[in-house]
């Protein structure tokens, strides 16, 4: 019976930790190909948060969305796994921050997390925006501790 039990946990973890990691790349994926051809959007999306200069918001708008996409192919082709999972963690990390600053501040913003520029933003979605980007946390410190290797190409 221990012998059974053992296995489903095993089982069980190696579905969550798949979910993690085709679920993260998808959320990267679609995240980054949403800001490609869409630099003014992503700029003034960076703009709202009132962290960065004009230059620096413009420089990033140019960067964020490729880099998410990278990110996001990186996990589903299974390419350093871990490693994605660590970079995917420091810039969930940055992404709270900034939301946590708005919301601080009081200023309602579009985030521009997937659709910049596409909707009026309500008080309510930074919040939201924030205890999704926990979630996506939550999901890749499994994806650290336990990657799923199998479908990888460099694990």
Not at 30 to 45: D, E, F, I, W, Y
Not at 109 to 137: H, K, N, S, Y
Request: glycine share 10%.
């Amino acid at each position: 019976m221990g012998v059974s039990v053992g296995v489903d946990k095993q089982k069980a973890l190696d579905v969550l930790a798949a979910l993690a990691r085709f679920g993260l790349a998808a959320m990267w994926i679609v995240a980054g190909a949403t800001k490609l051809g869409h630099h003014m959007q992503v700029t003034q999306s960076i703009e709202a948060y009132e962290i960065f200069t004009p230059y620096w918001s413009n420089l990033l708008a140019y960067v964020i969305g490729p880099l998410e996409l990278a990110g996001g192919l990186f996990l589903l082709l299974g390419i350093k796994i871990r490693a994605a999972g660590w970079v995917s963690m420091a810039v969930l990390v940055m992404f709270v921050i900034g939301l946590w600053t708005v919301h601080a501040r009081g200023m309602v913003i579009d985030c521009g997390c997937f659709t910049p520029g596409e909707r009026r933003p309500q008080p309510e979605d930074v919040l939201w925006a924030i205890a999704r980007d926990i979630g996506f946390m939550i999901a890749t410190s499994l994806m650290i501790y336990r990657p799923f290797k199998k479908l990888a190409i460099y694990p």
